[in-house]
């Protein structure tokens, strides 16, 4: 069974410092990856997905992850943050075979607080 | 601009009522599905539709009813028999399930609440 595990339910960084949010995935067969976004009272939105062409991908807002199926590892990357990332994180793995696909399984979520 | 319409963004139910939410795509998606969020759990799947007329239930979907009568609309009913419904709910779809590597578009969200 595919599963998606995100380590760490709150993770709080500097402004400008590095952001560094962890997904680990179990998948029998290669996964499609996903990071969504949520801001307070809204839905969600994607960040970027992984479907299996570069195992580097990048994202809006100037996210990225990096695939690497030795450690079964998605996890999202931000170089420098800003206040307007305080969100929460959402990793999502798709279900990519039988009568199921296309359904997602999400992790329980990140948030994501700055600190000015 | 195209996109996900849900309705209402709050919603009250009073016990023994069922209530129904609404969710529009004009997307010209195939699938769309429904999520509950509560705090800490991330999403979990209610019931899902890969075509107009058809639907399976996902992972909790006891006490909350759907149909797919056309291709742009998905409503939840959340019944009595849901014990629990306050939560968060969200609607998404998607262009199509082959292959599994479509991602999902989510609207806004309704949040149910019990008075």
């Known amino acids: 069974a595919q599963s998606v595990t995100q380590l760490g339910s709150h993770v709080s960084v500097s402004e400008g410092a590095l952001v560094l949010l962890r997904c680990n995935y179990s998948s029998s067969v290669p996964p499609y990856l996903f990071w969504y976004v949520q801001y307070p009272n809204q839905g969600l939105q994607l960040l970027l997905k992984?479907?299996?062409?570069?195992?580097l991908v990048k994202g809006i807002n100037g996210f990225e992850a990096e695939f690497k199926k030795s450690e079964t590892s998605f996890h999202l990357t931000k170089p420098s943050a800003h206040m307007s990332d305080a969100a929460e994180y959402f990793c999502?793995?798709?279900?990519?075979?039988?009568?199921?696909?296309?359904?997602?399984?999400f992790g329980k979520g990140t948030k994501l607080s700055v600190k000015p | 601009d195209g996109g996900i319409t849900q309705s209402p963004k709050y919603l009250f139910r009073k016990e023994g009522q069922n209530v129904t939410l609404s969710c529009e795509q004009n997307l010209n998606h195939d699938a769309m599905y429904w999520y509950r969020q509560d705090p800490g759990q991330g999403l979990r799947l209610i019931y899902y539709?890969?075509?107009?007329?058809?639907?399976q239930k996902g992972d909790i979907a006891e006490g909350y009813s759907v149909s797919r009568e056309k291709k742009e609309s998905f409503p939840l009913t959340v019944t009595s028999a849901q014990k629990n419904p306050t939560a968060f709910y969200l609607c998404?779809?998607?262009?199509?399930?082959?292959?599994?590597?479509?991602?999902?578009?989510f609207g806004d969200g309704t949040r149910l609440s019990i008075l």
């Open positions: 999502a793995v798709s279900l990519n075979y039988g009568g199921s696909q296309g359904n997602l399984i």
């Open positions: 539709s890969q075509i107009v007329n058809d639907f």
């Open positions: 998404a779809s998607s262009i199509t399930v082959q292959g599994g590597n479509q991602p999902q578009h």
């Open positions: 992984y479907t299996s062409a570069a195992t």
